[in-house]
């Protein structure tokens, strides 16, 4: 029976896993829209997972990611969890010895992270401004009547980009909208967008940073090959794409599962993908605080909650 570590990365936009084997190989991998239920989701592509392998194999750990790692973890049983900076940080170590720059962007947020001899020493986070996530392309693609997958294609044929505001998304798309109307090509505007998207993320998420080679490139967007040439272009040097740049996180948190190497997985089999799992909430009037706190439960059973300041909710559940 083969032996497997999963990580899980449940993000706003995919929720992404993966499997890898005891010597860390990867072996599987599955990228899924969240599309706001994170629960159906981890489900689903813990059945693919194990779909894909096609065999009988042991969970010798489990690692968590993401926005959702906390109710990820709790489903599961997981063994590790960790924040996003960590696992793609890893990742791309693992990936790419002695990276020093990770850029990453996703659906609804990007981010930098620095590291110096393998430690992280410093990272940034976007989370407010949408110009240069996934989600923006995703809006930008579909006005232009381009299919996503073609975007990078005309960018990278541009003779002549045009200069487009990208200091902020609304700006950015008004500013194409006004290029379109004086008649320059569509590759034209397209290559101009790429740029100006990465000049927004240079002057915001990577503003004050020693950005050094080696540079890789993750996240969702990493697979716009007009922003791997902008990025290329603006840093004046190669920016490494991974083969898995869509599941870093997962990928990084299952190594972190495997380098923690747990006697006893806590995982909770593959049958919690046809468990009857919920999430609810509700006010607590407690205190002036009125903390909204939020909870899990398996048919009904609580397994968990969060979100109360106190921990009179969250403590009085044993998970």
């Keep these: 029976m083969t032996s497997i570590y999963l990580g899980i990365d449940v993000g706003s936009v995919s929720t992404n896993v993966i499997a890898l084997d005891i010597d860390g190989n990867l072996l599987a991998s599955v990228y899924l829209r969240t599309r706001g239920q994170p629960i159906p989701a981890i489900q689903e592509g813990l059945r693919e997972i194990r779909a894909t392998l096609g065999r009988e194999v042991t969970v010798a750990g489990v690692g968590t990611t993401g926005s959702g790692r906390g109710l990820a973890a709790v489903m599961t049983g997981a063994d590790v969890v960790k ?6 940080a890893v990742a791309a170590s693992q ?25 992280v020493t410093d990272f940034a986070m976007n989370t407010v401004c949408a110009a240069g996530t996934g989600s923006f392309l995703d809006q930008q693609a579909a006005r232009l009547g381009i299919p ?16 487009i505001a990208g200091r902020c998304a609304v700006f950015a798309e008004s500013d194409m909208i006004h290029k379109q109307q004086q008649g320059h090509p569509l590759d034209d ?17 990577g503003k004050g940073k020693e950005i050094l080679p080696p540079v890789v490139f993750q996240g969702g967007v990493a697979a716009n090959a007009g922003m791997r040439q902008a990025f ?42 046809e468990r009857d799992f919920r999430t609810g909430g509700f006010e607590c009037r407690g205190c002036a605080n009125h903390c909204e706190v939020v909870e899990l ?23």
């Design 232 to 273: 290329s272009r603006a840093l004046g040097t190669e920016v490494i794409v991974p083969e898995h740049y869509g599941v870093m996180g997962a990928y990084g948190a299952a190594l972190l599962a495997r380098e923690a190497r747990p006697k006893t997985s806590a995982f909770r089999g593959f049958e919690l993908t």
């Design 148 to 163: 996503i997958e073609d975007f990078g294609r005309l960018a990278l044929g541009a003779k002549n980009p045009v200069r």
């Design 297 to 319: 439960r398996e048919g009904k059973e609580v397994l968990a909650r969060w979100g109360d300041r106190c921990g009179k909710w969250s403590n009085a559940v044993a998970v």
């Design 83 to 88: 924040n996003e900076i960590t696992a793609h």
């Design 95 to 119: 990936v790419v010895p002695g990276v020093q720059t990770v850029l990453e962007i996703g659906g609804q947020d990007s981010k930098i992270i620095i590291l110096r001899q393998g430690v």
């Design 189 to 205: 505007i397209v290559a101009g967008l790429c740029e100006a998207l990465v000049r927004n993320y240079l002057n915001n998420v």
